[in-house]
């Protein structure tokens, strides 16, 4: 199969990633080893090549199959491009970040029927995968709403795919965590014990970075009252009942941003956001998250 180079690539798909902070190339990277999974060097389609015309054209719609919040499209219609070139064309592709109903058509793509169903499945799996993290995301962002909270992601992520998904957590109307482990230190309970407390290390962190951001995570509320005494402006409760968290909330005070964190679910969000918390962290957005039920539906032309 020959792929499309990246610099035969639709500038406009490639401008719209990098307005949504995603690097093309790497993108365009991740699309190629996707496919490479399907068609290494030197294979064909068997299929779609004893029972399908080298000329025939065809006409394919994506369609939700559920209701929910629709991301990464622009990546299935990339994937489509780096399959056929400028032979596809792309249509009625709707925006990123789109709550649709349960039958809604989301795109249609035409072009070589072969191609079509050559590249159906990798543009299916950015996209149903990406659908999902963004409508699980609007539940959280649902439940929360009329209070001060907001959901986090955290950096449970896929390996490779951390970018694609803290985008489609955007997409659903989250807010980004740290993405690595340089722009943020956050100081957990094994840094906590290494550096003798909570203290020392917020101490150690700002004489080794100083201007870097700090958040310091906490079990009880005497580390608390240490922390807001030393002047750290964002505090991780961890695992604390909503009690104990509303607690938290009064003794602090405004003084530092309070993130919850720690087998949080569904079901639990709104108490834990009634306490007062800035922020609930939320691992499941992207470590375990349902895709979402997307199906492309071919007609011939």
Request: proline fraction near 3%.
């Amino acid at each position: 199969m020959n792929l499309t180079p990246y610099a035969d690539l639709p500038s406009t798909l490639l401008d719209e990633l990098r307005d949504a902070d995603l690097d093309p190339e790497r993108v365009y990277a991740g699309i190629v080893g996707a496919l490479g999974e399907d068609l290494p060097a030197g294979a064909v389609d068997a299929t779609s090549v004893a029972t399908i015309a080298a000329d025939a054209h065809g006409r394919a719609d994506f369609n939700a199959r559920e209701e929910g919040v629709v991301a990464g499209l622009g990546i299935a219609a990339l994937v489509f491009h780096v399959v056929m070139g400028d032979t596809v064309t792309v249509e009625g592709r709707i925006a990123d970040g789109t709550h649709v109903s349960a039958g809604a058509r989301v795109m249609t793509v035409t072009g070589p029927t072969r191609g079509l169903l050559t590249a159906e499945r990798t543009a299916l799996n950015f996209a149903s995968h990406l659908s999902g993290v963004a409508t699980a995301t609007s539940h959280w962002v649902a439940a929360l709403e009329g209070t001060r909270a907001r959901v986090l992601d955290t950096r449970k992520t896929l390996p490779n795919w951390r970018a694609l998904q803290k985008y489609a957590v955007r997409c659903g109307g989250g807010v980004n965590h740290r993405f690595g482990l340089a722009d943020l230190a956050m100081v957990k309970d094994n840094h906590v014990i290494a550096a003798g407390g909570v203290v020392p290390a917020l101490q150690a962190v700002r004489a080794a970075f100083p201007g870097l951001p700090v958040e310091v995570e906490v079990t009880d509320l005497d580390q608390l009252r240490e922390l807001l005494d030393a002047g750290c402006e964002q505090i991780l409760l961890d695992n604390m009942s909503p009690a104990l968290m509303a607690e938290a909330v009064a003794i602090t005070d405004g003084r530092a941003s309070l993130e919850a964190s720690g087998g949080l679910t569904l079901e639990r969000a709104r108490q834990v956001a009634e306490t007062g918390v800035d922020f609930i962290s939320v691992g499941a957005l992207t470590h375990s998250v349902v895709v979402f039920d997307l199906g492309m539906d071919l007609s011939e032309t």
